[in-house]
Structures are given as structure tokens and as C-alpha cells.
């Protein structure tokens, strides 16, 4: 069985996110440093990490998966929103 | 005996009733902020795809070992703040004291490390003039910088507010309200983090 009891007063799944969180940056950090991918797959990779951390931090950190759902779909419209924006310019421009 | 102020963390995880976490007015500052962020990113990227070079080079003197420190710092900041209000929530403010106090401590760190990589960027003559990337790396930087300075006062108005012998009924939800836009803190610098030190030209 999961042990879900919280370390501290730290919810056991947010401390996960966090291990995570600090996962995701390692990688794009190793991403955006070593040049390993051509520079649009690097860039949809690195961002696609940013905002699927930006994402946990809001759901997790920021409670919204507690919150109304309005409030937390209006959160993902956003990020998927500034997302494809960066994107095209990207890869318009 | 204490009592809790709210369910505990565990239990909390499991309900289903949904609610507005922290006061909703927070929200419009999260969400506002957010979207005037937003609008700095795509200039960023646009600016970007107009000279390539300028922002290639800009990206090649970056320091990007302090950014990730940075990051780490911000993100146990964050995860420090989860305890806090999880500890106040609990009724016990020692540990939410404690915790709210290494929150301070991360976020004074993140102005410390940024104004030595401000340092740097001086000393080598990269200055906000030199070209459209380090205008738009000091600009964008520097308004998340004030939000550092913002959020740790705010992280020290908390903790004032977490030491009352008698809670005011409000008083949770201006915990939360705090530990709300000190996330945001953390958010805004994920993205830039990724922008400024990350993102191929």
C-alpha cells in the first residue's frame, strides 16, 4: 500500500511534485545547455518541461486542484495558451 | 488538546468539496500578473526571431549554473511555504515559523545570487543598452526581482500574523493568500528561467 501520510506538515504527493519539479529542471537544464537536439525540438522540449512545472506548481503548490473547476481549467487555457504562442513565434519569426 | 484549523493535509487530499483556496481577490492578482508575464514572454520570443544573433550571443555569456541554483532555491522556497501553511493550519506555530523563516532565507539567497549575476553582467559590459537582449533580461528580471523583494515581505508580514495567541477567523485565509503569491514568485521565474538561459537562438 502507498504511504500517503505527510512528511512535516507536507503532504506526501507534494513532496513528490516537488522531487519533480527539481527532476524537470535538471533535465532542461541538461536540455538547453548541451545542445544535443536541434534548436526547435530543444525549444518545444524546454518549454513544454517550463510549463508542465508551472502547471504542478498551480495544481500543487497553489492548491488549484482543490479549487472550483473553472478556476483550474482557466489556469490550463492559459498555460497551453502562452505555450503555442511561444511556439509560433518561435518558430515564425 | 490543539485543533486544527482545517482537515488535516492527508484527509484534505481526499475531499471532494471544492474551494477557492486563499481569498478569491488573490486569483485576479495571480491570474493578472500572469497574463502581463505572458505578454513580456511573447515579446521576448518575437524580439528574438528579429535578431537571432543578438539573442544567440546574449545566451552564450549567460551564467546559467547561477539560474539553476536559483531555480533550486525558489523551488525549496516553495516547498517551504507548503509547510508553513500546512503547520499553520495544524495550529503550530513553531513550525510554521520555522518554515516561513527558511522561505525568507531562499528568497533572500535568490537576491543575493541575482545581484551577483547582475554584477558580472556589469563587469563585463553587458548593460541593459547594449542590445535588446539584455534590455529585455534586465526589464524582465528586474520586475521579477521587486516580486522577491514583495514576497518577502509578505512572508514576514505572515509571520507575524501566524505568531496571534488568537487567531482572527480570517487570518487562515490571508496564510494562504500569502503562500498563494509567493507560488507565483516561483512560477514567473520557471518560465524565465527557461527563456533567458535555456532557449536556443
Known sequence: MMNSSPVGYVPRRVLTVWSLLVGFTIV???????????????????LALAFAKVRFVG???MELRHAPRPMGLAFDGLLLAVYIALMAMYALY | MTHS?????????????????????????????????????????????QSPETFASGLSVMNVNIALANTLVLLTGSLAVVQAVGAYKMRDAAAADRAALVAILCA???LVLKSVE??????????????TFFTLYYT??????????FGIGILIYLRAVMKRQVPDTHDLKVVESGGIFWHLVDLLWIVLFALFYLVYS
Open chain 1, 59 to 61: 495544481s500543487d503548490f
Open chain 1, 28 to 46: 532542461t537544464w541538461l536540455i538547453g545547455t548541451d545542445h544535443l537536439f536541434s534548436p526547435t525540438t530543444a525549444t518545444a522540449v524546454v
Open chain 2, 140 to 149: 524582465f528580471t528586474g520586475l521579477h526581482f521587486v516580486h522577491v523583494i
Open chain 2, 5 to 49: 484549523l482545517t482537515k488535516p493535509a492527508a484527509e484534505s487530499d481526499a475531499r471532494t468539496v471544492r474551494s477557492i483556496p486563499g481569498e478569491p481577490g488573490i486569483w485576479l492578482v495571480i491570474f493578472g500578473d500572469f497574463a502581463a508575464f505572458s505578454a513580456l514572454f511573447v515579446t521576448f520570443m518575437f524580439y528574438r526571431g
Open chain 2, 108 to 110: 533572500a539567497t535568490f
Open chain 2, 118 to 131: 547582475y554584477w558580472q553582467k556589469i563587469t563585463q559590459g553587458f548593460l541593459p543598452n547594449t542590445n
